[in-house]
């Protein structure tokens, strides 16, 4: 299997590449720069490397690029600058495209102009294959099933800890945090309009103080699920933090976080949704080290759009894939979840 990794010589794109030479995949590197991604193979121990240098100005090179591989895995952000060449691209070669973004507005973009010329070209969009984008959205699918009438509301939350974050992951999330935040009310997607409040995060006592979010499941989930409303949030503390954040500042973190601080950074993405009698289910996905988290999603939903296909057109996680079997997957990785019904309201 040959997955084509666009901005393979950025952090996120190296972890990708050495997931992939770790699943006994070829990973075929894209970028601008021919020394820094030659740099990613040796550190790799990739001994006869591909490597495809092509420019975000010109698509036909990027289609060239991509145009012998499986499939193409985009983790240059930030993507609402530099992602949707890369999509037209992939479509140009009748590539199934999958990307690392965490950033709402680009997401939902993606997903509403690409889907008409994916499915022309016979091939599965998938973006936001990330530690927040699939697993929120999968555990919500599966959240939502467990009800026995039909759902009311479902809350998608961000309560990973503060810890590291590398230079890209700062430049997105100061171009977010100054954004309007949006949720989904009725068949439409809006702004919020509740404050501040709290969940409980699954083994703690005290509730979680959590804010307004707009995150990838505020878009996905309504593609799969009929629900009035979908709200996302983050653990205030976290989102006091990357309020911030600016341009300037964003430019003085490294590039890639200190290991230690990874390893030590726990993630968890919990959904709860409510039925229209008041009952609640819960579910949640979590880990430690999002960013190696998301490398080992990445490269699972590529491996899966190959190997087991998916329909052609842009697609939320639990369209493209099967919720339990994936989460499954990740569980025997080191990641954990779990479903459970709670009190009715």
């Known amino acids: 299997m040959r997955i084509a990794v666009h901005g393979a010589s950025g952090f996120t794109g190296s972890l990708v590449v050495t997931e992939l030479v770790r699943r006994g995949f070829t990973p075929v ?43 193409v895995i985009n983790t240059a952000g930030p993507f609402t600058r530099w992602g949707e060449p890369v999509v037209r691209a992939a479509i140009a070669a009748g590539r199934h495209y999958l990307d690392t973004t965490g950033e709402p507005a680009y997401l939902q973009h993606i997903l509403t102009t690409y889907d008409e010329p994916a499915k022309a070209a016979g091939i599965a969009v998938v973006p936001a294959v990330t530690d927040d984008g699939v697993p929120g959205d999968l555990i919500a699918a599966l959240t939502a099933a467990r009800l026995e009438a039909p759902p009311a509301q479902i809350v998608i939350a961000d309560l990973r800890r503060p810890g590291a974050a590398s230079r890209g992951t700062a430049r997105s999330m100061a171009a ?17 309009h509740e404050s501040d409040t709290t969940v409980h995060e699954p083994g703690e006592a005290t509730p979680v103080a959590v804010s307004p979010l707009a995150l990838p499941g505020v878009y996905t989930i309504p593609r799969h ?121």
């Open 29 to 71: 590197l894209v970028g601008r720069d021919e020394t820094r991604l030659r740099a990613v193979a040796a550190r790799a121990a990739i001994l006869d490397p591909q490597i495809r240098v092509a420019r975000l100005d010109d698509i036909d090179a990027l289609a060239a690029a991509f145009a012998d591989t499986d499939a």
């Open 225 to 345: 699920l009929d629900v009035p409303v979908v709200r996302g949030v983050m653990r205030t503390e976290v989102g006091v933090l990357f309020a911030a954040l600016n341009a300037e500042v964003a430019e003085t973190l490294p590039e890639a976080p200190d290991a230690a601080e990874r390893a030590a950074s726990r993630w968890c993405m919990l959904a709860e949704a409510t039925d229209v009698n008041g009952a609640r289910v819960r579910g949640w996905a979590g880990g430690v080290d999002a960013y190696a988290s998301t490398a080992v999603i990445a490269v699972e939903a590529a491996r899966r759009l190959v190997a087991e296909g998916a329909p052609a057109g842009t697609l939320a996680p639990a369209q493209a894939f099967d919720a339990a079997s994936f989460l499954t997957y990740l569980a025997g990785t080191g990641m954990t979840w779990q479903v459970e019904e709670v009190a009715t309201v």
């Open 176 to 192: 977010i945090m100054v954004d309007e935040q949006i949720e989904y009310r009725d068949r439409a997607w809006v702004s919020v």
